[in-house]
């Protein structure tokens, strides 16, 4: 079963800053399969990045995905207010979707 | 728009058993899988179980295979959980997603949950 680990677990930054989560897995994983989502308190996660880069509906392009292999990146290059929340990194692998442990990204 | 509307959540002692349900609409439900996803109190997100748009597969995460039961209704548009043998690690926030349908095999929509505490 491949697992996936996201870091950092809590990242504290000012809007307008640029955000770095990292999501690694246990073994290498086709991209394709590779999504990112977004979930505020009290709230149902959000899709934001399918296919490892590919936006979803609605993703403002402040928000990048990229990488391969074992490392996946999500990037929001300026944080605006709405974007404090967690992130989870997803994959689908044999019938089985695992998600990583989520990245908070807070108010500094 | 698409809508996914869970209901059946509630406190129930441990041993015992419930059923979810949710409501799709906005989308041609019979053509899309379905998914379970949870989430405990403060914790993460945890994938319990799928099916398959036509209901001839059903997969399930070791954590509830056994004790749990995904089905759905296409007449009705209505997925469900059948929850058995409750276990206090089973209190969470139950989801119902919506399967991507494309290659990416993700889940591009959710409701807004369901909670399930299970507590003598």
């Known amino acids: 079963e491949i697992v996936l680990t996201q870091s950092p677990g809590t990242l504290s930054l000012s809007p307008g800053e640029r955000a770095t989560l990292s999501c690694r897995a246990s073994q290498s994983v086709s991209s394709s399969y590779l999504a990112w989502y977004q979930q505020k308190p009290g709230q149902a996660p959000r899709l934001l990045i399918y296919g490892a880069s590919n936006r979803a509906t609605g993703t403002p392009d402040r928000f990048s995905g990229s990488g391969s292999g074992t490392d996946f990146t999500l990037i929001i290059s300026r944080l605006e207010p709405e974007d404090f929340a967690v992130y989870y990194c997803?994959?689908?692998?044999?019938?089985?979707?695992?998600f990583g442990q989520g990245t908070k990204v807070e108010i500094k | 728009q698409v809508q996914l509307v869970e209901s059946g959540g509630g406190v129930v002692q441990p041993g015992r058993s419930l059923r979810l349900s949710c409501a799709a609409s906005?989308?041609?439900?019979?053509?899309?899988?379905m998914h379970w996803v949870r989430q405990a109190p403060g914790k993460g997100l945890e994938w319990v179980a799928v099916?398959?748009?036509?209901?001839?597969?059903?997969f399930y995460a070791d954590s509830v295979k056994g004790r749990f039961t995904i089905s759905r209704d296409n007449s009705k548009n209505t997925l469900f959980l059948q929850l058995n043998s409750l276990r206090a690690e089973d209190t969470a926030m139950y989801y119902c997603?919506?399967?991507?349908?494309?290659?990416?095999?993700?889940?591009?929509?959710w409701g807004q949950g369901t909670l399930v505490t299970v507590s003598s």
């Open positions: 997603a919506k399967y991507s349908g494309s290659d990416y095999r993700h889940f591009d929509f």
């Open positions: 099916i398959w748009y036509d209901g001839s597969h059903q």
């Open positions: 906005g989308f041609t439900f019979s053509s899309y899988g």
């Open positions: 997803q994959h689908y692998g044999r019938s089985l979707w695992t």
